[in-house]
């Protein structure tokens, strides 16, 4: 069986329901037409999240929030380096050599996969190409400002055009996104849910007095349909 759900009121993309897995629950959930929930995973992220407190993350380059607020890790991405998180072409990086993404070296780490089993379950459920995978951290009680993603400019592609994906990892009630269109919506994001987000559509975030952990996964949605 095939269901083709909206994203937003100008684009539709494919959800594969004879790839699921028992690992998620579908339910969709309509917030507006720039936000949308369609389904949990199934996955505990204790020895993830342990882990995760070792590395050195990298700043979010942003005129958002305080330098230190927002912080990300790469699992997949434009170099081998998980701190790396640039994008050729996106915010100064003009590089043109690494224009093909690739797994960073923590993706394949053992203690990771609870985490990189839902990349792969979401490569298996949709009819999509990845772009960058990363794990993006906002600090306790930060204010990432309003704004948009547009400067990534493969958000605005016509045919084919680059989504986002939140899931969190770890988060709390005071944990808020705003996103503003036509409809103001703000909702706490619950763990392990997947949420589609239109990006170009200006958003903020609120966060409450603990850290908020999101697997963020760009991808390009095809509009065929597989039977």
Known sequence: ???????????????NKKKESNMFTH???????????????????????KYLQEPEWSNVTTKCCKSGDWLGL???????????????????????????????FIYEMNI????TSIVENFKRQFFCDLDRVRLLKVKPNAVIKKHTDKVDKDFLIKDCP???FHIPIKTNPDAIMTVYGDKEV????????????????????????????HLVIDAFLRGEIYE
Request: hydrophobic content about 30%; aromatic content about 6%.
């Open 112 to 115: 990771l996969r609870s985490i």
């Open 74 to 104: 790469s699992l997949i991405g434009y170099s081998d380096d998980p701190n790396d998180l640039s994008k050729p072409k996106v915010l100064g990086n003009n590089s043109e050599t690494n224009n093909q993404t690739r797994p960073t």
């Open 1 to 15: 069986m095939m269901i083709v759900l909206p994203i937003q009121n100008r684009v539709s993309f494919t959800y």
């Open 186 to 213: 703000s909702i706490n994001m619950k763990e392990n849910h997947l949420y589609a987000v239109d990006v170009t559509t200006p958003h903020s975030v609120v966060n409450g007095d603990e850290e908020r952990i």
């Open 27 to 49: 339910e969709t959930i309509e917030y507006a037409p720039t936000l949308m929930s369609f389904g949990h995973y199934k996955s505990n992220h204790r020895l993830s999240l």
């Open 162 to 164: 680059l989504r986002r």
